[in-house]
């Protein structure tokens, strides 16, 4: 059985080093060389107080197999508060067994209770599976070019 579950503000160490751990599936092949103490320092700065930024994780078995990280901004288009979810991860190991979907409903019915307006996301053009998943649970295709700067 899968339980996800919202990491609350100030959890351990111990937990915060789960989920790096589980998301550095995702940044192995994304990140750079310092993706860990980077991933440290990001699930730190979520978890702080006041922090605009959240996390839910699925757990199967004591074992963390699924997380989704996301930031609440304003919107003018939307006229209130709306979710940027920036990571929607499932462990290779679990995939196809409805994980990312329970995250992202679990996602989605936390935004309505906090009267959120909407969620955007990206994902990459021929990410077929991801795409279908979106769609199934009513998200839409905006077209737009994103940019980017680092410092």
Known sequence: MVKV???ESGAGAH???RV???LMGQMEALGPKDAYSQLLTTIELALAPHSQAHIFVAEKEDTLVGAAFFNVGLSIDKGGHYIW???LYVDKQHRN???AKKLL???IYWAEQQKIKGIELE???NNEATK???NSLGFYDIISKRYGFRF
């Open 132 to 134: 279908a998943l979106y």
């Open 5 to 7: 579950y919202k990491v």
């Open 97 to 99: 067994q409805g994980i």
């Open 123 to 125: 994902t990459g053009i």
């Open 85 to 87: 979810l920036n990571d």
């Open 105 to 107: 409903l679990h996602v």
């Open 20 to 22: 790096a751990d589980l």
């Open 15 to 17: 937990l915060q080093e």
